[in-house]
């Protein structure tokens, strides 16, 4: 049989492990995988490098439609492409609109089909003030909800807390869907932040210290609860801290839907890179000291943390 495409004389990574061989492609799917020579239309030759399946990142955000001087659909998904990423969901916020209705959905979905090289999904928000849209939305397409659960000072994307998203979590579950949550607890993390400020601490370890790990915990478990109470299935983002890790474990493993992400950079870089670095590396929540990014690791390859994602913006 001759195929569209041939790649040939690749190192196929696959679960089981690797081998030589080649990937056959037909109308732009995988047909077959085989240690043998295949025929196609057109070939190509690995030249024996590895080839991986794509990535999937489910965590990123392009800024467009509104903000495409940021970066937008048409670079933000190159790089991913250039990088192995085949596959982004793109995040309600940074855009203008930020998308948190249908008609701010359609805004984005025409900026993304007719400039994306890679494929993608969309998230939704949750806001303080369109209860009323997440039906629509989630029967519109898009793949989850996100909320933040801290005041990120952006009057486009408002946090939730309270009765708001307890019924947020009410009508997404209702609707089929899952809410990802940004946990970090609003009141502590605003009133240690203030604190510093207070006795003038301004310096670089000052931003880990007011958004500590207990501020990232306390958020996670006010989530579990919520979620609980109205049986929805919770996501929680960037989860920097292996007791944040533990807790969501714990709940999994008592009959809760629940998942989890870390992100890349709290596997490589630590609280001491901020000090050195500067604003570059200032991410919330916060880096965390070398011990926490040794036992995010340990998790990570015990298989308690479902994905790493970028976080890219």
């Known amino acids: 049989m001759s195929y569209d495409l041939v790649i040939q004389n690749g190192q196929i990574v696959t679960p089981e492990g690797i081998f030589g061989g080649s990937i056959a492609i037909e109308e732009g799917r995988i047909a077959e995988l085989s240690e043998r020579s295949l025929t196609g239309l057109e070939t190509l030759d690995a030249g024996g490098q590895l080839i991986l399946p794509g990535v999937v990142d489910l965590h990123v955000h392009f800024s467009e439609p509104g903000r495409a001087h940021w970066e937008g659909w048409a670079h933000g998904s190159r790089a991913a492409a250039a990088g192995g990423v085949t596959t982004v969901v793109e995040m309600p916020l940074n855009a203008i609109p930020a998308t948190t209705n249908v008609t701010a959905l359609e805004a984005k979905l025409a900026a993304a089909q007719h400039q994306s090289v890679v494929d993608y999904a ?8 369109n209860l009323a849209d997440l039906e629509a939305l989630a029967q519109t397409g898009v793949i989850g909800f996100k909320a933040f659960m801290v005041d990120i000072k952006d009057e486009s994307f408002r946090f939730v807390e309270g009765q708001v998203l307890r019924e947020g979590m009410h009508r997404i579950a209702r609707a089929g869907h899952f809410l990802a949550v940004h946990a970090e607890d609003n009141g502590q993390a605003w009133q240690r932040t203030l604190d510093m ?3 003038g601490r301004l310096d670089r370890r000052a931003w880990g210290q007011a958004r500590s790990p207990e501020v990232e915990l306390e958020a996670i478990r006010t989530a579990l609860g919520l979620a609980q109470q109205t049986n929805c299935p919770l996501h929680v983002v960037h989860v920097s801290i292996p007791e944040g890790v533990d807790a969501l474990n714990t709940a999994r493993r008592q009959g809760q839907k629940v998942t989890l992400e870390t ?3 709290y596997l490589t870089l630590s609280d001491d890179d901020l000090v050195q670095q500067g604003p570059e590396c200032k991410c919330a929540p916060p880096l965390r000291d070398k011990v926490r990014q040794e036992a995010l690791w340990d998790q990570v390859l015990a298989g308690e943390i479902d994905c790493i994602t970028s976080d890219h913006s």
């Open 122 to 129: 969309l998230w939704g928000g949750l806001v303080d003030n």
């Open 197 to 199: 400020q207070e006795v």
């Open 263 to 265: 992100c890349a950079h």
